[in-house]
């Protein structure tokens, strides 16, 4: 019989998004870290990675983890959301989101149905409110890539499906747990590493700083004044969290300051969707924050790279976009497992073969 360990977490979370059943599960709920044990979110949204305690951070990356190995490594036949339907809402272009989240729900045995900008306006000719209401009729579960961060709060809200943060201009928790699986494969542990983020202040470091501390890493920011975050209240929280987690949050404007021993170097594009007017202001102000192989000197002797995608070259260049330190393929793909676990374990429960990893 495999021996169970618990962990009782009194864990305070501030969402007013989540419904009464997460009070009960997770406010007092004890954790077995066994590998027999079943993962379930019911009645959950996924809008960010505050939203989540330490446990479960560590659940999605765990079945993630497994969901990889039984279609990559041993081509199981695994359809658990057979008859599902996942409605995917993009008011953003993109590729890694929509070419993950499609094949992930198709592996599952789920169906997808992609609205563009041409085939749904949102709040535009039917409210937000009634759009949520009427979408719930037809879908089990609703991914949305929206422009305002409230509108996925809008549409949580109202509507009676878990809804899932593909991207806003506050959060991209997707992406966090993409990063943060690539570097569990690659460090074989995440407690104690240093990522050093250097660039835009943007919804990625957002969500990386909202669950680094519950994995325990420790992050430094670089960004020019004219990048730095808007979201004060999000810096606070997280250096709450690392004084929490006995991890440590530094934010500074040189970026030779924040690489200096770290294990991880992260930058994402310097203009995001909608950033575009301001396109070359920003240029200038992020001069001097390429990530180059002398930047990469400063850190620890076994430094890995990552970044989003699509690169831009003045962002990082070649010597060490192209790297063997260079983990972004890698990441790419990990988009796809962990879309699919997180939309797994939204709607019915799992239990993952594959032990659990030592975080």
């Known amino acids: ?73 041993k081509h199981e036949h695994y359809c658990p959301l057979t008859g599902k339907s996942a409605g995917l809402i993009f008011e953003k272009r993109s590729t890694r989101t929509r070419v993950s989240t499609e094949t992930a729900f198709a592996l599952l045995g789920g169906h997808s149905c992609f609205l563009s900008p041409s085939d749904i306006h949102l709040g535009v000719n039917e409210s937000l409110r009634d759009t949520a209401k009427v979408l719930s009729g037809f879908l089990d579960i609703l991914l949305a890539r929206v422009y305002r961060h409230k509108d996925l709060e809008v549409l949580a809200l109202e509507g009676s499906v878990p809804v899932v943060n593909g991207l806003s201009e506050v959060y991209h928790p997707l992406q966090a747990l993409a990063d943060f699986l690539t570097l569990q494969e690659h460090f074989k542990s995440l407690k104690g590493l240093t990522l050093a983020w250097v660039g835009d202040g943007n919804n990625i470091i957002h969500s990386l700083m909202m669950a680094a501390p519950k994995l325990g890493v420790n992050v430094r920011c670089a960004t020019p004044k004219v990048g730095r975050s808007k979201n004060v209240h999000i810096c606070i929280s997280s250096r709450e969290r690392s004084s929490q987690h006995g991890t440590s949050l530094y934010c500074t404007t040189d970026p030779y300051d ?72 890698q990441e790419a793909e990990n988009r796809k497992w962990t879309v699919m676990a997180v939309m797994l374990c939204l709607l019915r429960d799992h239990q993952p073969l594959l032990d659990r990893p030592a975080f």
């Open 1 to 73: 019989m495999v021996s169970r360990t618990t962990v009782r977490l009194i864990f305070a979370c501030d969402s007013k998004l989540l419904a009464p059943a997460f009070f009960n599960s997770c406010s007092t709920r004890q954790f077995s870290i066994s590998s027999n044990r079943r993962v379930f979110f019911p009645q959950r949204h996924f809008l960010t990675l505050k939203d989540f305690c330490e446990n479960e951070v560590k659940d999605m990356l765990w079945v993630a983890s497994d969901l990889k190995q039984r279609f990559k490594e």
């Open 258 to 329: 924040a690489c200096k021993d770290a294990d991880v170097l992260v930058t994402d594009t310097w203009v995001s969707m909608g950033q575009e007017e301001e396109k070359k202001e920003r240029l200038r102000a992020f001069e001097g924050y390429q990530i180059t192989k002398k930047m990469a000197a400063v850190a620890s002797p076994d430094w890995s790279f990552l970044h989003c995608l699509p690169r831009k070259p003045e962002e990082v260049d070649d010597d060490v976009f192209y790297s063997k330190q260079s983990l972004v393929w």
